[in-house]
């Protein structure tokens, strides 16, 4: 369990981003295992090979994008990344306090957009599963694998430029 203050510091700490004309765009639906309607709603909403884990997580939540500006109108087009500009502060909240967050492209927009009577207009972007770390021996073999598995990115060579498309910028070709 996730104490209910403990949640509401992490939503703070998404409410604090900043975002593009100060929209704030972000909007979260949120379910938690003391309730346990709504958490098997929003487990309902995840793909079956998310459901696999994500069941198990105390606390589900589906970040929202508005995607127009509400003071004309018009496409926001930097929508996406202000709600997950919230969620990475969500994060690093979460993870200062200890918490594990996992999120999730593995979703069904259409059904969330029906189940939770979204308005036109906005649109599911990601789940987001949290909790405290669990023991990796308790997963399925697959799932303990890819849990225990280094965490790999690209060296910054590969994505880093100066002066044109594709070269390599000198601040990190060493
Ligand atoms: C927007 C987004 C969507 C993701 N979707 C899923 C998902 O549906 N299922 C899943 O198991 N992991 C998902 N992930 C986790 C990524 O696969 C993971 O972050 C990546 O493989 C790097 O692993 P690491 O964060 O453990 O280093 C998602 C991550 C992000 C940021």
Redesign the pocket.
């Known amino acids: 369990m996730v104490e209910p203050d403990t949640l509401r510091s992490l939503l703070e700490a998404a409410r604090w981003a900043p975002s593009s004309y100060n929209e704030q765009p972000w909007s979260f639906i949120v379910a938690t295992k003391q309730d346990p309607a709504e958490h098997a709603r929003l487990v309902s909403c995840?793909?079956e090979?998310?459901i696999e884990?994500?069941q198990h997580s105390p606390v589900l939540m589906v970040s929202v994008a508005r995607l127009s500006f509400e003071e004309n109108g018009k496409p926001n087009r930097h929508a996406f990344h202000d709600v997950?500009q919230a969620?990475a502060n969500l994060i690093v909240q979460a993870t200062a306090l200890g918490l594990v967050v996992?999120?999730?492209?593995?979703?069904h927009p259409e059904k969330i957009r029906e189940l939770y009577n979204l308005p036109e207009g906005y649109e599911p972007?990601?789940?987001i599963a949290l909790g405290y770390p669990g023991d990796p021996e308790s997963l399925p073999e697959r799932l303990r694998q890819?849990?225990l598995?280094p965490?790999?990115?690209k060296p910054l060579t590969e994505f880093v430029y100066t002066g044109r498309w594709d070269r390599t910028s000198p601040l990190v070709s060493g």
């Not at 996992?102 to 979703?107: C, D, K, R, S």
Request: charged content about 20%.
């Open positions: 995840l793909v090979g998310n884990w994500a997950g969620v996992h999120q999730m492209a593995g979703i972007v990601a789940g890819r849990e598995a965490r790999e990115r």
